[in-house]
C-alpha cells in the first residue's frame, strides 16, 4: 500500500509560480506510475500531468502544457508539478496519485491563483 501526502499549495497570483509536492510512502515507489488530477468548484476531477515509473515518459492536459512540468526523485519517493504562468482557473484542489495494481490518492492541495 502506498500512503500520498501533498504539499505546496497556496494563493499565488496570475502569472506567478508554485511548485507542489507528493510524498510517498514504501519502498517501491519507482514501480509506479504517478501525478496529478485537480478538481475545481463545481467541476468533476480532472487529469493534469502524469509521469512513468523511471521518469523519462511524461504526458499533460492540453490546458496546462507547456506551463506544467512533471518530475519524480525516486531516491526520495516524491513526485513534483512545477507551475509556471499560474491562471485563476488554474484554482483548483490539486491531488496527486500513484498507479500500480491499484491506485492511490493524497488528500489533495488548495492551490488558488488571483487576477
Known amino acids: 500500500q502506498v500512503q500520498l501526502v501533498e504539499s505546496g499549495g497556496g494563493l499565488v497570483q496570475a502569472g506567478g509560480s508554485l511548485r507542489l509536492s507528493c510524498a510517498a510512502s514504501g519502498r517501491t515507489f519507482s514501480s509506479y506510475d504517478v501525478g496529478w488530477y485537480r478538481q475545481a468548484p463545481g467541476k468533476e476531477r480532472e487529469f493534469v500531468a502524469t509521469i512513468n515509473g523511471s521518469g523519462g515518459s511524461t504526458y499533460y492536459a492540453g490546458s496546462v502544457k507547456g506551463r506544467f512540468t512533471i518530475s519524480r526523485d525516486n531516491a526520495k519517493n516524491t513526485v513534483y508539478l512545477q507551475m509556471n504562468s499560474v491562471k485563476p482557473e488554474d484554482t483548483a484542489i490539486y491531488y496527486c496519485?500513484?498507479?500500480?495494481?491499484?491506485?492511490?490518492w493524497g488528500q489533495g492541495t488548495q492551490v488558488t491563483v488571483s487576477s
Open positions: 496519485y500513484a498507479r500500480g495494481r491499484d491506485v492511490y
